[in-house]
Nanobody, 126 residues
């Protein structure tokens, strides 16, 4: 499958932003999805993940409480809603897919995902 992110941009501290990831080339409900980010000079890390049915999520500590991952399986689209953004949230945000039809299964590590988007830049600055 091919994920394509959108929705990034320049925002001010305290703002909210929603990223989208449209997935094509496969049956969306057969994939666990994740959001990841890479800040300048840092390694790519996990923001959070969601199971194939969209009813189970898990978040990294970095943005826990300030972000929500959801998916619309009818639209083959993954979302990342972020609130109260901080300058440290400045990064390229990526979505990724991993084939998995078991709704009880989640994957949290970058290496578990094999289909990646090109990323969307989010810059938080006043």
């Amino acid at each position: 499958v091919q994920p394509v992110e959108s929705g990034g941009g320049l925002v001010q501290p305290g703002d909210s932003l929603r990223l989208s990831c449209l997935v094509s080339g496969g049956t969306f409900t057969n994939y666990v999805m994740g959001w990841f980010r890479q800040a300048p000079g840092k390694e790519r890390g996990t923001v959070g993940v969601i199971n194939n049915e969209g009813d189970t999520t898990s978040y990294a500590d970095t943005m826990k409480g300030r972000c929500t991952i959801s998916r619309n399986n009818a639209k083959s689209t993954l979302y990342l809603q972020m609130i109260n953004l901080k300058p440290d949230d400045t990064a390229v945000y990526y979505c990724a897919a991993r084939a998995e039809s078991n709704p009880a299964q989640l994957y949290f590590r970058l290496g578990d995902y094999d289909s990646w988007g090109q990323g969307t830049q989010v810059t938080v600055s006043s």
